[in-house]
């Protein structure tokens, strides 16, 4: 009966100890969960080209189909496409182009104006490459050459850490920082 009793008083010990500050219990609305952020624009100019095609792809060009959410727990079974982050207004809604509001905001706000991709903090980006495809050349005012970029680990935003862990990165690339990618027209 001690000895039951003993091991009930050590579970309850831990479990309140880890619901203390500095336990790991708190959470952020990003955990596990990373984003790729690519600022895709032509040389000499600041913004970024719309509407293009942007895919994870593998060594051999193909895109990459995320069967049952192994790389993202977005759009399972689909391709890994990028999407532009967007506008959201007043009421936290999305903006229709041409929409104004007085409280207008990205609702990636780290992203900006960039195009962005939700990935699993376990995705092996390195084991990647994206390809970037003009597909409608009429829209952007001429064509860019398709052009495929190997993606690194470091490429991905971790949206979950505290500042001690940012406060040892202080050496080599900087995280966080949109992949600065510069197109060529054809």
Excluded: W
């Amino acid at each position: 009966m001690k000895y039951a009793l003993l091991v009930v008083v050590s579970l309850l010990g831990l479990t309140a100890k880890a619901q203390l500050p500095g336990g790991n219990a708190m959470h952020c609305g990003y955990d596990f969960t990373s984003y790729i952020v690519l600022d895709v624009h032509e040389s000499g100019k600041k913004e970024n080209i719309k509407n293009l095609k942007i895919t994870v792809v593998d060594s051999t060009g193909r895109d990459i189909i995320n069967i049952g959410n192994r790389y993202s727990f977005k759009n399972a079974n689909q391709p890994m496409a990028f999407t532009m982050n967007y506008l959201i207004g007043d009421n936290n809604l999305r903006l229709q182009p041409g929409e104004i509001a007085k409280k207008e905001r990205y609702f990636f706000p780290f992203a900006k104006d960039n195009y962005l991709l939700s990935v699993a903090n376990t995705f092996p980006a390195d084991n990647f490459s994206v390809k970037i495809e003009d597909v409608d050349g009429k829209e952007n005012g001429g064509k860019f050459k398709t052009i495929i970029l190997p993606l690194y680990s470091y490429n991905m935003y971790i949206l979950c850490s505290n500042e001690s862990e940012q406060a040892a990165v202080k050496f080599g690339r900087k995280m966080n920082k949109p992949v600065d990618i510069v197109l060529e027209l054809e």
